[in-house]
């Protein structure tokens, strides 16, 4: 590659009087003036900083390294390219890095002379005592570097006239974000590269939205030299003479003086960091200004949406992504400008994006080398790698395929206390947008719920917090309405920042997380340790029940937030999207206020009226006479759901079997669901196989989900995937022609879409319920009269026991495999009683013959896989338990019923089986299964092997269940976030309560001696292979969970 001096001194040839930056006048009084510097003034300054380096330290060595920091002027690129000439390799650190930081590039790159601006000669100075032998020497001023200067034989170096593609030419840095910042060696190869980039092929009818950036006439550029930013910028000026504006060094930079300069010396476009735009934007005349550019152009960090939607109206607006390691991956320019906040890569840019384990929503950006990589800047940097992982998490445009939106780095991701995990670029960037907000910082590491830290903009620092919140309000309740609940912030989670701290910012202006964190350490601790998230505090003790239905519904308010305009008295929270998480909140509130509430009163009670009525009345008027029985609500939802008017004629007799079937298979994306589809995809009777979820990117959601559990790939041939819901019309598919050819095409429905919530009321429940009616209407309207299969719980049956006698004998009770509509039999819990709801709708549907056949299967307890991979649900009972009991050191040294358990990949082959050998056998009668492990194992057999495999690091001792669940119950009404973290079951204390109480109910016989209760499982041991070949849980499938779980 040919050197950039001698670029330079070709360039003071051929074109000495073309522009090659216009730099502020130094010397201007009372305002800014622009003045041009030429390719031959260029020349000059760059060989006076070179003499100028020789004669103060001496020519550079091999590969010897000269640090430069200075104020952001033209003296950057004089210094740059003067080391470059005395033989040096430049190093740039950031004025804004700590000593620390400052030191530890020193002593890694091994830099003993440091050149530095008058401004930044203390600081620099300071670092000798720690470094011995270090050399600090100011630099001439500008106007000094600019004058005349004639190269003397002596100490004027000529300079190299070429570098190697793998030399390095510059040396920048990382940020420092999670630590020291890392010198990156740029190669010559990147320069090379660069020079060639508007070459770089693009599909048919686009542009390269570089070629837009480099080519344009002049870039008013906000970008500092010390960073990958504005170095692109001089390789600009340099390789393709298109010349840049620069701000004054000497003043800070601010909007009004962008747009000043915008104004006086009418660049074609601006280059910034997103927050120097949006302060922009916030001026009276800075969309007007903006106008007249061509284009916008921003990268570093997102860009608030309210400000990027506002400028697309009035200029393009193009976005650009890069970092110091990749220089930058060459995007296209996008055909409609509302998709200002997308990227579309260049196939030359080798970017692929995977979907990332946390969330398969979200997908990193990987640069994969391709065979001849001529435009990947990465790999001139790493050419020992194939692949150049960028951290970066995007999301997919919901309509246009191939479109990524930038949402965060995967070192952004907050992990709460109870696991869930909150990306939270997006909902910063909403906050961003209000004018009076310098920048917002969402906070919740480790704790129960997620927070806010905002940084009042500079006219706001002394403002009334409260009032300053109730401005502000409106964009945290827009930014809540994207977030699912557990990550939405409430009032009382949010704080303001200090003037006297501001945020910490990188070089590119955007905010350094881990440093603010640690900035605000004590503050954010603070905040957790009040009264967590409540509401302000009250006495409700005494009070008159209109001011306790007031605080009960305020409490509501703060806890459904942005969903509380939908709010009346008489509105069921739970179908206003609250959850298990808001229903703890809600009665931790109401709980400081002294009334009496934990979370089972809200699911009891989810109205305004209802709980307002609970927490006030005594107890024991807070069961009325005449409340609604929960058989009344069961019979009422079915009734809703079941208006199948009567067909003129009967139904179709059994038809014989398909010789290949074909499933709509609808939940195939979760644990059972990926089970089921590697099932179905290996029986030979199946033919096609549609899936219907809920996400968008379900295919790749899917092959994650089958690569995690070596499953194998999916083939398109065989799986087609489906966006949509069972609740919406037409399953909510996007085109209709895909509704009517899934009702064409189909054999069996395998329902397996539904909620596992234990915690949330049966109304909860309401809308997948309504999908079940979708469903049964589905199958009426096909031709082929698909068989349903519907994944229901031994829950919907699980209150048998006490609705039926108990034998006075004593012997075991055994729950059968007939369908029975009785709405007593469900569990007391909305989750069973909704499987309950949804197969008495299958019934009556099957009764009105307006389908011809269904399966229930009550499923047991899943456990995680017996012989696949895939680990068992951190979140679900049995880990919590395990989880707890490692905190607790008390492990329960029996369980109120048996171990029944089947392995999840075990149960997703019976289901299969019986979806097949139940096909159309019946028109008239429910086929019911028990999917239980039909050899019951005592909770006993496993204890040993569980403390044993805990004993290299805990003792942990048996107590009865009893006992170990009174232990919860007297944590969990003071319990902390990280109590919360480390004693998982304390989220889960009313499902354990429940079995202790159902244990209770089975008491009786001898001298109350507790009957065993068992499920039938002969019918599917009859039908399904995989029933029959069933073993009991044994201690090497438990040490396989805990090895998984490693708790």
């Not at 530095?116 to 005592?129: D, G, N, R, T, V």
């Amino acid at each position: 590659m040919l050197s950039p001096t001698v670029l330079v001194d070709r360039l003071a040839v051929d074109k000495p009087n073309d522009v090659w930056v216009k730099s502020p006048v130094t010397s201007f009084q009372g305002g800014t003036g622009w003045e041009d510097i030429t390719f031959s003034l260029l020349k000059n300054a760059v060989d006076a900083t070179s003499d100028f380096i020789v004669r103060q330290l001496g020519p550079g060595e091999p590969d010897e390294v000269l640090a430069y920091m200075g104020i952001n002027d033209v003296r950057y690129p004089f210094v740059i390219l003067g080391a470059l000439k005395a033989g040096y390799k430049p190093l740039c650190p950031s004025p804004r890095n700590s000593k620390e930081g400052n030191l530890a590039l020193l002593k890694t790159t091994k830099c003993s002379k440091f050149l530095c601006s008058e401004e930044f000669f203390p600081p620099i100075a300071k670092l000798s005592p720690s470094m011995p032998g270090l050399q600090v020497v100011q630099v001439p001023t500008v106007d000094e570097l600019l004058m005349p200067f004639t190269p003397t034989s002596t100490t004027t170096p000529t300079g190299r006239v070429s570098f190697a593609d793998h030399e390095t030419i510059i040396i920048l840095h990382t940020s420092g974000t999670t630590g020291l910042p890392k010198p990156i060696h740029i190669k010559a190869g990147v320069f090379s590269t660069f020079e060639t980039i508007t070459s770089i092929p693009t599909p048919p009818g686009r542009t390269s939205t570089h070629c837009s950036l480099l080519l344009t006439r002049l870039v008013l550029s906000v970008t500092p030299f010390f960073h990958i930013f504005g170095i692109n910028f001089l390789l600009r000026s340099l390789h393709y003479q298109k010349p840049i504006v620069l701000l004054p060094a000497d003043k800070p930079p601010t909007a009004e003086l962008i747009l000043e300069c915008i104004i006086k010396t009418k660049p074609s476009a601006l280059a910034s960091a997103p927050s120097m735009i949006e302060d922009v934007c916030r001026l009276p005349a800075g969309l007007s200004v903006l106008s007249t550019l061509d284009f916008v152009f921003y990268g570093g960090a997102p860009l608030a949406e309210a400000c990027g939607n506002q400028i697309s109206e009035v200029t393009s607006l193009y976005n650009g992504i890069g970092s110091t390691e990749a220089f930058f991956m060459p995007t296209l320019l996008l055909k409609d400008p509302k998709d200002w906040q997308y990227f579309e890569w260049n196939p030359e840019a080798g970017v692929v994006l995977e979907p990332t384990e946390e969330n398969p929503n979200l997908a990193e950006a990987v640069i994969k080398r391709r065979p001849d990589g001529k435009y990947q800047f990465a790999f001139w940097n790493f050419p020992e790698l194939q692949e150049w992982r960028t951290h970066d998490l995007f999301e997919e445009h919901p309509t246009k395929k191939g479109l990524w939106k930038f949402v965060g780095r995967l070192d952004d991701i907050i992990v709460l206390s109870n696991g869930e995990k909150v990306n939270p670029v997006a909902f910063e960037k909403v906050i961003d947008g209000h004018p009076w907000v310098q920048g917002a910082l969402m906070i919740g590491v480790g704790h129960f719920q997620a927070g806010l830290l905002i940084e009042p903009s500079k006219d706001h620092q002394g403002d009334d917090k409260e009032e300053f919140i109730d401005k502000i309000w409106p964009l945290i309740e827009e930014a809540n309405a994207e977030y699912p609940a557990y990550a939405r912030v409430w009032r009382s989670t949010v704080m303001l920042a200090k003037p006297e701290k501001p945020f910490k910012r990188a070089s590119k202006g955007s905010m350094m997380r881990r440093a603010t964190y640690k900035l605000y350490e004590a503050e954010i601790e603070k905040l957790y340790k009040a009264q967590e998230m409540a509401v302000e505090e009250s006495d409700a003790a005494g009070q008159s029940n209109a001011d306790v239905q007031e605080l009960v519904r305020k409490a509501i308010r703060s806890v459904l937030g942005s969903r509380a305009a939908k709010l009346t008295d008489d509105a069921n929270i739970f179908q206003l999207g609250a959850d298990s998480l808001q229903a703890l909140q809600l009665s931790r509130i109401l709980t400081s206020s002294r009334l009496k509430c934990n979370a089972k009163t809200v699911y009891d009670n989810p109205t305004v009226s209802q709980l307002a009525k609970a927490v006030s009345a005594p107890e024991k008027d807070q069961h009325p006479e005449n409340a609604v029985s929960r058989e009344e609500r069961m019979s009422a939802m079915i009734y809703r759901h079941s208006r199948f008017p009567k067909l003129a004629s009967p139904p179709s007799p059994p038809k014989s079997p398909p010789a290949a079937f074909n499933v709509l298979l609808i939940g195939s994306t979760g644990s059972l669901g990926s089970y089921l589809l590697k099932e179905l995809l290996d029986t030979p009777e199946i033919s096609q196989i549609y899936c219907l979820n809920r996400s968008v990117n379900a295919r790749e959601r899917q092959q994650k989900s089958f690569d995690d559990r070596s499953l194998g790939s999916i083939p398109p041939s065989q799986v087609q995937f489906f966006t949509g819901e069972t609740s919406a019309p037409n399953f909510g598919l996007e085109f209709p022609h895909d509704f009517a050819s899934l009702q064409q095409q189909t054999d069996i429905i395998i329902m397996n879409a539904w909620p596992v919530n234990f915690n949330s009321p049966l109304e909860a429940f309401e809308p997948v319920i309504a999908g079940t009616k979708q469903c049964a209407d589905f199958s009426s309207a096909s031709p082929r009269k698909p068989h349903i299969v519907f994944i229901s719980s031994i829950a919907s049956i699980l209150n048998w026991a006490t609705v039926r006698h108990i034998p006075e004998d004593g012997s075991e009770i055994v729950i059968g495999e007939d369908w029975d509509p009785d709405n007593s039999l469900p569990a007391k819990q909305g989750y069973g009683e909704s499987k309950h709801v949804a197969a008495s709708i299958l019934s009556n549907a099957l009764n009105a013959g307006h389908i011809n056949s269904v399966a229930v299967l009550r499923v047991g307890q899943l456990a995680g896989a017996a012989e696949k991979s895939g680990v068992w649900n951190r979140q679900e009972w049995l880990p919590s338990l395990l989880k707890t009991s490692t905190t607790t050191l008390h492990l329960p040294s029996s369980l109120p019923s048996p171990i029944d358990w089947v392995p999840t990949d075990l149960a997703a082959r019976a289901v299969v089986d019986l979806a097949l050998s139940s096909y159309h056998r019946s028109t008239t009668t429910v086929q019911t299964f028990n999917i239980v492990n039909p050899h019951m194992v005592p909770w006993s057999f496993l204890v040993p092997g569980i403390q044993e495999f805990y004993s290299p690091t805990r003792k942990i001792e048996t107590v009865p269940y009893a006992d170990w669940v009174e232990e919860l119950k007297r944590i969990s009404p003071t319990a902390t976030d990280q109590q919360i973290q480390q004693m998982p079951a304390l989220k889960l204390l009313d499902f354990f309560e429940g079995l202790n109480e159902a244990a209770a109910a089975s008491t009786g016989g001898e001298e109350g001696k507790q009957v065993e209760v068992r499920f039938a499982t002969g019918h599917a041991v009859a039908k399904s292979k995989a029933m029959a070949g069933l073993g009991g849980i044994n201690g090497r499938m438990m040490r396989k969970w805990m090895e998984e779980w490693a708790f």
